[in-house]
């Protein structure tokens, strides 16, 4: 099993250097490049910039040189954690999305814990029950979370709070929190906030669990060796839990690859909405305005959440299924 986890290790390296390549291809596709934006933006307001000011910006930011010098450029920063220069923010990219990275970092994994504990035991549950109240019940929960974009889930519930209990949500912290320093009020604070946001992002994700194991556990329920098991009198709860549930669960657990960049990436309409602060916010501004660093970065740190999940996905199908270890 360690040797399994090594080799898939291993294999995350180059493919972190390819998707960094392929990424900073991508985000310099458009034509122009952070100054053109920045010159229309100017023109647009009716302000005007010299020819001579923007040659000498073009060579502040290293936009003279080659596509391909640029990307080794940065990419050698990276390996010493020098991530380069903000366009649009004038600052370090580490610097700005440091932050942003431990947040979005809490935000995903709490999310993810909630969408995976409920939506394995609401899914087994469903599985196990079917037909009865409480999967109809779950089913519409489901359907209806699957069905509701995040930003409208997040103003249905930011409105609902505030109508019952007079306080607004929005943001991780009240504003007398936002800037001052960690004391145990800012934490219990920042819990008071936490919760909607995770119960959003991972609301929908958790939908989409409960529908995959429900189906693959009736799946396996209606094969000849439950019905030969059955009739041998092995218990069903003993029956449930070490044959079909193990089985079952294996697409449940594949999913693990997408969930936590999806978390990430798909949470970006969510954080405008809830005021977070988050990567995903700054990824869109930093894809419109072509901050190449900026976006490259973020995109590269989505490529590790995809990479993580994928060998914890791995690593939890070899421990379910010992054939994929075996090979």
């Known amino acids: 099993m360690l040797t399994y986890i090594l080799r898939r290790l291993l294999f995350a390296i180059p493919l972190l250097f390819l998707i960094a390549v392929v990424s900073f291809i991508i985000i310099e596709l458009p034509p122009g490049d952070y100054l053109t934006v920045y010159v229309m933006n100017l023109k647009q307001s009716g302000e005007q910039i010299d020819q001579a000011a923007l040659e000498v910006l073009r060579a502040r930011y290293g936009l003279d040189k080659p596509l391909f010098t640029r990307f080794f450029i940065w990419l050698g920063g990276v390996l010493k954690g020098d991530f380069g220069y903000s366009f649009m923010w004038e600052k370090p990219v580490s610097e700005l999305i440091g932050p942003r990275l431990w947040y979005t970092v809490l935000i995903s994994v709490l999310a993810t814990v909630f969408a995976w504990t409920f939506g394995f035991l609401i899914g087994v549950y469903s599985g196990i029950r079917q037909y009865s109240v409480g ?115 294996i697409p449940f657990a594949s999913t693990a690859g997408w969930v936590l960049p999806e978390i990430v990436s798909g949470a970006v309409v969510t954080g405008i909405v809830l005021n977070l602060p988050t990567v995903g916010v700054i990824l869109l501004d930093a894809l419109k305005s072509q901050d190449m660093y900026l976006a490259g970065s973020l995109v590269m740190f989505l490529s590790i959440f995809t990479i993580i999940g994928t060998i914890i996905s791995d690593i939890i199908l070899a421990w379910l299924d010992p054939r994929i270890r075996f090979e």
């Open 135 to 249: 999967d109809y019940v779950f089913t519409v929960l489901g359907y209806v979370g699957l069905a509701t974009p995040n930003f409208l889930m997040a103003l249905i519930l930011l409105w609902a709070v505030f109508v019952v209990f007079g306080v607004s949500l929005g943001g991780l912290f009240s504003p007398e929190y936002a800037n001052a320093p960690w004391s145990w009020a800012k934490f219990i604070d920042l819990l008071k906030h936490i919760w909607l946001p995770v119960i959003v992002i991972g609301g929908s994700s958790m939908a989409g669990l409960i529908r995959i194991l429900r189906a693959n556990l009736l799946d396996e329920l209606e094969k000849p060796y439950v019905t030969a098991a059955k009739a041998r009198g092995v218990p069903e709860k003993k029956l449930y839990w070490k044959y079909p549930l193990r089985v079952a669960v």
